[in-house]
């Protein structure tokens, strides 16, 4: 596949870099710090651009089979960088007539499927502690739904920096139950297989460790 990944110096980001070049994937890394990006091979094409830069970013995504949208906020701060993220991907999408965008967002704002402690005692309390990233993830993926494009969004839980175990449990239908973490390694592998996945699209799909 050929994949541009915006957030490709992040935790989830660069490790879809990792492994999408091991795979053999030609990978534009969308970037503002290239001196943050580790990753190097002769299939790595890295791009320095802002969210802001529409021409920039519509050269990144044009010909490819998918963009990764794997930005997120880095503190507790107010932040709009996923929702900047998701209508930056859109719209250089909409110029470069590229279908297919993957939103990394989480499953912390959201209940359906969860245990009855975990939905009306640990989510209220995640709620306060991290409203304004939660805020930022369910405007982008309003957004992100709101598009004719063929998207998935992927909410993972707690991101740990674990080795990959390929070991990752999914739902379309609510929150995964009884596992509350996630390698950002497997988070990484889970969304290069459903980038290929044409059954994810149009889905969100919320995972865990299995």
């Known amino acids: 596949m050929k994949l541009t990944v915006f957030g490709a110096t992040g935790g989830v980001g660069s490790e879809v ?3 999408a070049l091991a795979a053999g ?16 091979g002769e299939l790595l094409e890295v791009v320095v651009a ?21 930005l997120g906020a880095r503190d507790r701060n107010p932040t709009t960088v996923v ?15 590229t279908r297919r965008l993957l939103l990394v967002s989480a499953s912390g ?11 009306n005692v640990v989510k209220p309390i995640l709620g306060k502690l991290l409203r304004h990233s939660f805020a930022d993830m369910i405007a982008a993926e309003r957004i ?5 494009l063929d998207w998935t969004i992927v909410r993972p839980p707690r991101l740990l920096n674990g080795p990959h175990t390929g070991a990752i449990t999914a739902r379309t239908d609510g929150n995964v139950r009884g596992s509350y973490s996630i390698n950002r390694a497997d988070v990484a592998d ?17 995972i865990a460790q299995g």
């Open 17 to 19: 870099v990792k492994q």
């Open 25 to 40: 994937h030609h990978v534009t890394a969308v970037v503002r710090d290239p001196s943050r990006l580790t990753a190097t």
């Open 50 to 70: 802002g969210l802001s830069e529409h021409g920039a970013l519509t050269e990144a995504v044009s010909g490819r089979d998918a963009v990764i949208s794997a």
């Open 83 to 97: 929702t900047d993220g998701a209508n930056a991907a859109l719209a250089a999408l909409g110029s470069a007539g």
């Open 109 to 119: 704002p959201f209940v359906d499927g969860d245990a009855f402690f975990t939905r």
């Open 144 to 148: 992100v739904r709101a598009s004719d």
């Open 190 to 206: 889970y969304l290069l297989r459903a980038a290929a996945d044409d059954s994810l699209i149009r889905q969100t799909v919320s």
